[in-house]
């Protein structure tokens, strides 16, 4: 049986993106400084914390997901995340853009 994301779901998820775009500022310090990045092999700062903060999203919403329903999301279900995630992937861009200067 194919249940979807409920609108709570969804909502949770909405707020995990919210609150990990509010970590770009703390994170962009973390990884400002060129020796850390150097020793880390991070190129491209932008490209490297958007898949930070793509993951953190993720992986909180996994963490949510599978404690709610004690299991792991269906293939509908993970294109419904994905189109939530992706409607908000600008969103996150623009953030980093303004936060790092190249």
């Known amino acids: 049986m194919v249940m ?11 707020d995990i993106i919210n609150d ?5 500022p703390r994170e962009k310090v ?4 060129h020796r850390v990045r150097n020793f880390m092999g991070i190129y491209d700062l932008r490209e490297f914390l958007f898949g930070m903060v ?14 709610q329903y ?10 419904e995340i994905l ?6 992937l600008s969103d996150i861009r623009a953030i980093i853009k303004k936060e790092i200067e190249c």
Do not use: M
Not at 83 to 88: A, C, I, K, N, P
């Open 30 to 33: 973390t990884f400002y400084n």
């Open 70 to 79: 004690d299991r792991v999301p269906d293939k509908s279900e993970v294109n």
């Open 4 to 14: 979807g994301l409920s609108k709570v779901d969804k909502a949770t998820l909405e």
């Open 83 to 88: 189109e939530v995630l992706t409607s908000r």
């Open 54 to 67: 793509y993951g953190e999203i993720t992986t909180h919403f996994e963490d949510y997901y599978s404690s």
């Open 20 to 24: 990990a775009i509010t970590h770009i």
